[in-house]
């Protein structure tokens, strides 16, 4: 935990800008949420500070972009090495303040260095073009462009990867960054500002503002006309009002927002590899990833076999502090979060749903909430539209392929769909027929580094990872060339 205590002096955090580290006059408190214990003050910083690391972020620009791209790799691969280093450390960290258990947070450090270690890479291939001309005595270029500063804006429920995701490209293109982690897990990204120092990142290039309450900070990020673009990941409705507040400097943005992901089995599935995916998409982080199957749809010929087989498994999962060996649940981020998943539960129970486990707190209490079972789910209740962003799993069933198609297409969200099957005609069928910017086909994980990570409709705009994602940090200069 060395890493834990060299970011904190007299018990506070303090936050970086420009290089420095800045505690500003009030601080806020984060808290494990498996135990309610305080870990740690955190600089609470708000408008002013907002606008300093803007222009620190500015300042860095010039040079940072006019790095060759190599370079630049290689001050990225140094991050990459230092935070494979420093990987326990990190995880205990992260658990420590999101709550997932050490076995997902170490997955998280290593799926979130990835990004950094892939973009180094990937720096060094932004190529623009050169057109056939139109004239014999011109010339025709495109030239690939940073950006400019760019305000990254994250989530807690990946307290590291949603950070890498957006800063790994941002700074290999040649930007610089402003980050607002979420107020319950900052200190996942103070310690990776902090191995970014350690690993030669020119002051400036990376600024962490954190704060209690995201408005004011919010309200700079997305009106300053010195920031370029905005990449938010968050929920739906807070992208919105976002991306209006970015309207009035038409800034580039990007948007991961929430889901309400269907997980389709078909009669043919393979039950076993259709349950095992089921665990894995449904309850990793105790179901509090955007990527989480929300609705569960079944055919009505293994729909009795795929509850009954899903239920056990749910039941059989070992939910408990995240530090503890063995653990697969960890508590859910807040009672907020607890709030919603009972009353999602109460609401299905209330109409006609079947409980078949859970359906309550864990006898831990606090914010332990039990793995979920409902079967017999209907289209009134609210988790058929709505994102519970937690350890329940409603079973709706189904006839025919067109209804699965057509309940999984009955969302404004349109982020990650999954689905079982063991006919190619249907998989093709199926696969062209969802609307999702995501499809799992026989899997319940998809998220890696090389592909693009999108949603569609309500979910998004834009797209992280892959090369994609790396281009979505730059702009195109066309350049003409004349008097040849
Ligand atoms: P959230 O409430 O929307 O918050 C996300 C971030 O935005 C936090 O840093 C939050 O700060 C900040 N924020 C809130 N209001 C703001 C404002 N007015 N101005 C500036 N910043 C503001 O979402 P969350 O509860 O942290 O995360 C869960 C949601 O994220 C779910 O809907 C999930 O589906 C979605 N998500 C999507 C993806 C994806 O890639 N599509 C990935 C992960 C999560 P505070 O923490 O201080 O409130």
């Given at each position: 935990m060395?890493?834990?205590?060299?970011?904190l002096s007299d018990g506070t955090a303090a936050a970086l800008i420009g290089g420095r580290w800045q505690k500003g006059t009030n601080s806020f408190p984060v808290t494990n949420p498996a135990t309610g214990e305080i870990l740690a003050q955190v600089a609470d910083l708000g408008e002013q500070e907002a606008r300093e690391a803007v222009t620190a972020a500015q300042a860095a620009w010039s040079e940072w972009k006019a790095l060759p791209a190599k370079r630049r790799a290689v001050i990225l691969r140094a991050w990459f090495e230092l935070i494979h280093e420093h990987t326990e450390a990190l995880a205990e960290l992260m658990t420590l303040e999101q709550g997932k258990p050490l076995a997902e947070s170490r997955g998280e450090v290593a799926y979130g260095?990835?990004?950094?270690?892939?973009?180094?890479?990937?720096?060094?291939?932004?190529?623009?073009?050169?057109?056939?001309?139109?004239?014999s005595d011109k010339r025709l270029l495109v030239l690939r462009e940073p950006v400019g500063v760019v305000a990254?804006?994250?989530?807690?429920?990946?307290p590291m990867a949603m950070i890498t995701r957006k800063c790994a490209p941002a700074i290999a293109a040649g930007c610089t960054v402003v980050i607002k982690p979420a107020e319950a897990t900052p200190l996942?990204?103070?310690?990776?500002?902090?191995?970014?120092?350690?690993?030669?990142?020119?002051?400036?290039?990376?600024?962490?503002v954190t704060a209690s309450t995201p408005d004011a900070v919010g309200k700079v990020l997305t009106t300053d006309p010195r920031v370029r673009k905005v990449s938010f990941t968050g929920s739906t409705p807070v992208g919105k009002k976002l991306l209006a507040q970015c309207a009035g400097t038409v800034k580039k943005v990007s948007m991961e927002l929430g889901g309400n992901a269907p997980f389709i089995v078909f009669d043919d599935a393979d039950l076993d590899a259709a349950v095992a995916g089921a665990i894995a998409s449904k309850f990793r982080n105790a179901g509090q990833t955007c990527v989480c199957t929300n609705r569960f749809l079944v055919q009505e010929g293994i729909y009795d076999a795929f509850v009954e087989a899903l239920a056990e498994k749910a039941k059989a999962l070992l939910v408990g502090d995240g530090r503890k060996p063995g653990t697969q649940i960890g508590p859910l981020i807040n009672q907020a979060a607890v709030g919603k998943v009972q009353c999602h539960v109460d609401d299905a129970v209330a109409k006609g749903g079947r409980l078949l486990c859970g359906g309550h707190l864990h006898e831990l209490g606090h914010s332990f909430y039990a793995p979920t079972v409902i079967a017999g789910a209907t289209l009134e209740m609210r988790v058929a539209s709505e994102e519970t962003f937690g350890p329940l799993a409603p079973v709706f069933c189904f006839k025919?392929?067109?209804?699965?198609i057509a309940m999984a297409n009955d969302t404004p969200f349109g982020l990650a769909a999954y689905f079982y099957t063991q006919d190619y005609r249907r998989i093709w069928r199926v696969m062209e027929g969802l609307e999702y910017g995501m499809v799992g086909v026989n899997e319940g994980l998809i998220s890696t580094e090389v592909a693009?990570?999108?949603?569609?409709?309500?979910?998004?705009l834009g797209c992280e990872g892959s090369r994609h994602g790396l281009e979505d940090f730059t702009e195109l200069k066309y350049v003409c060339v004349g008097g040849l």
């Open positions: 060395r890493l834990f205590e060299s970011l260095a990835s990004f950094i270690e892939f973009f180094a890479e990937e720096a060094k291939r932004m190529s623009g073009e050169t057109l056939p001309t139109h004239a990254a804006i994250t989530p807690w429920n990946f996942t990204a103070l310690a990776l500002a902090k191995l970014a120092n350690e690993a030669g990142m020119p002051e400036g290039v990376i600024n962490v025919e392929d067109e209804d699965a693009p990570f999108v949603g569609i409709k309500e979910s998004g």
